[in-house]
């Protein structure tokens, strides 16, 4: 069959919008009540929590593939999901492009990883995925194939852990961020705050936030070069770090703020927004992920995060390969332990600047 737009994909459905951050909101709510004893806080968030994330509708699925790898997902998927559209194989990679940019927040792409590694980069330029991305190996196709890469469980902990800090930290830390502020005015000319396009779970794309430790107006090709030699497996370290030693672009007040982490404490609104997590892998750039083959894409399985295995594993003293393979460790072994774990290791990590320049 012939690739169908996002429009069109979203006319034959009929689905309506959910209001965006539901689930933040009902969480954030409970917090007004004050009778309630402390220690029952988090129980009841997760309570909460499960119930509104198990009565979300499944997203409707959009498959890119042969005929083959398509009747496979759609047989497979059953009633459980509606497939909106089937693709057949696409060597045009500005067609697959068109579709990814007209997805909607509720459609989820199905990309056979053989098509994958032919088209990409599919993540250049201004062109961002809207809609979940999922890779799937045709001998991955069954019900398993559409589960989270986390559980139900999993996840309700996680956004209530996730909502409570983030809003007590926004608070506590307000302090910290406007002195660090005004450093950044005093040091240098430019905005306080640093917005760039990042790519979360699944390939989904948002803004993140960030206290501004570089120079204006710089150039950050040697940047991307170093980026691409990172993940290509051809980069050298620089002073035991796999990273750019003595960057131009940082100012004096910067390289203190990224060495003590405070320039990702603006961070914590994207956690409360639910396009972070407190724990999880480093958010991607998009012209990162225009260099990821099938196997690393698996690192985008879940929410990025504000610290991660990675971060308090040696950050920088890693190679890009041991840092996608403990990416994939986190959510494939994740367990509140060693949530809990990663969480409690972080002011450790950051006190002593491990793995920092």
């Not at 006319?11 to 402390?38: F, H």
């Not at 060693?338 to 006190?351: C, F, G, Q, S």
Request: net charge positive; charged share 20%; hydrophobic share 45%.
């Amino acid at each position: 069959m012939a690739l169908t737009g996002g429009a069109r994909v979203r006319r034959r459905l009929r689905l309506g919008r959910k209001p965006i951050g539901l689930v933040s909101m009902a969480l954030v709510s409970l917090g007004a009540i004050p009778w309630l004893p402390l220690p029952a806080y988090p129980v009841l968030l997760a309570l909460v929590a499960c119930c509104l994330l198990k009565a979300r509708p499944p997203a409707p699925i959009v498959v890119a593939g042969d005929d083959s790898f398509a009747s496979a997902v759609a047989a497979a998927a059953g009633d459980r999901r509606r497939v909106a559209t089937i693709a057949s194989t696409m060597d045009d990679r500005d067609r697959l492009v068109s579709l990814v940019a007209n997805l909607s927040r509720t459609e989820e792409l199905f990309i056979d990883t053989r098509l994958f590694e032919r088209v990409q980069p599919l993540a250049t330029g201004s062109v961002l995925p809207r809609g979940g991305i999922r890779l799937l190996a045709p001998d991955e196709i069954g019900p398993q194939a559409f589960r989270p890469a986390l559980p139900l469980l999993a996840r309700s902990l996680k956004r209530a852990l996730d909502v409570s800090v983030a809003a007590a930290g926004l608070v506590l830390l307000a302090p910290v961020m406007l002195g660090a502020a005004v450093a950044i005015r005093l040091d240098s000319t430019g905005p306080v705050l640093f917005r760039q396009a990042r790519l979360g779970a699944d390939g989904r794309s948002f803004n993140i936030y960030k206290l501004r430790t570089m120079l204006t107006g710089t150039d950050d090709a040697a940047h991307r070069a170093y980026v691409a030699s990172l993940i290509q497996g051809r980069a050298e370290r620089q002073d035991s770090l796999f990273k750019l030693i003595d960057d131009p672009r940082i100012t004096r007040v910067g390289r203190h703020l990224r060495r003590s982490s405070v320039d990702e404490l603006p961070q914590l609104w994207n956690v409360l927004r639910g396009q972070m997590s407190l724990v999880g892998p480093r958010p991607a750039l998009p012209h990162e992920v225009d260099l990821y083959d099938a196997g690393t894409w698996q690192r985008m399985r879940v929410k990025p995060g504000l610290t991660g295995l990675w971060q308090v594993s040696g950050r920088s003293q890693l190679s890009f390969q041991e840092m996608v393979a403990l990416d994939i460790r986190y959510w494939r072994d994740w367990s509140p332990g060693l949530e809990a774990v990663i969480l409690l290791r972080t002011p450790r990590t950051v006190l002593c600047g491990a793995g920092t320049a």
